[in-house]
């Protein structure tokens, strides 16, 4: 079975400061990983996925197969980029049900 | 741009009671899928839907939860007979199942049960 692990419940970084979400998974085939974001009273919404390969909002992740991670990255935090953030994993080719890690709370103070 | 829907938005209703949980999935998707999130928990995966039949359910999903594709375009989740810890937000999330789509999810419903 798949699981999905992110070690930090809560963040908090400086504006402008780096910030790094940790994800771990578990899954013996090649998933598709991915992470989304839920802003204040918003929406669960995709910010990015491996197979992409881009950046959005300044945010990349990258697939470490090795090490079985896709930590997201971002340079330089911005207030705007507090929110709730989501690691999940499907395991692709006909079965698309995301299995998510617990979640890291993002605050970025001024 | 295209939303999946949720409705209502907040539903309380007294344990013993049935619910049911609506989502209008984007238009053109094939696959369906409701999730639920415990307060303070993860989301977690309750059933994916396809072709007008389940396909896959989790441990969570038993006989107390039905899904439904009553027509075209609604995707009910039913909950028989409510209990305490049936209290949390339901997500809907709906997707075209080619390769590399992603899902899209409804704004969730909160169902508090009293």
């Known amino acids: 079975a798949q699981r999905v692990t992110q070690p930090e419940k809560l963040l908090s970084v400086f504006k402008g400061a780096p910030v790094e979400l940790k994800c771990n998974y578990s899954y013996s085939g090649s998933p598709e990983l991915f992470w989304y974001v839920q802003y204040s009273r918003q929406r669960l919404q995709l910010l990015l996925r491996?197979?992409s390969r881009e950046s959005i909002k300044g945010f990349t992740a990258d697939l470490n197969k090795g090490e079985t991670s896709f930590h997201l990255k971002k340079p330089f935090a911005q207030e705007e980029d507090s929110a709730m953030y989501y690691c999940?994993?499907?395991?692709?080719?006909?079965?698309?049900?995301?299995?998510f890690g617990a979640g890291t709370t993002v605050t970025v103070r001024a | 741009e295209p939303e999946v829907t949720q409705t209502p938005s907040h539903q309380v209703t007294q344990m013993g009671q049935e619910v049911i949980l609506r989502c209008v999935p984007i238009?053109?998707?094939?696959?369906f899928y409701w999730y639920r999130q415990i307060l303070g928990q993860k989301v977690e995966f309750l059933v994916s839907f396809y072709n007008n039949e389940i396909s896959e359910k989790s441990e969570i999903f038993d006989d107390q939860f039905s899904v439904e594709r009553p027509d075209g375009s609604n995707f009910t989740l039913k909950i028989r007979s409510t209990k305490l810890e049936d209290s949390a937000m339901y997500f809907c999330?709906?997707?075209?199942?080619?390769?590399?789509?992603?899902?899209?999810f409804g704004a969730g419903t909160r169902l508090s049960v009293l």
């Open positions: 491996h197979i």
């Open positions: 999940a994993l499907s395991q692709g080719s006909n079965d698309y049900k995301l299995s």
């Open positions: 999330a709906s997707t075209t199942g080619r390769q590399g789509e992603i899902q899209y």
């Open positions: 238009s053109n998707h094939l696959y």
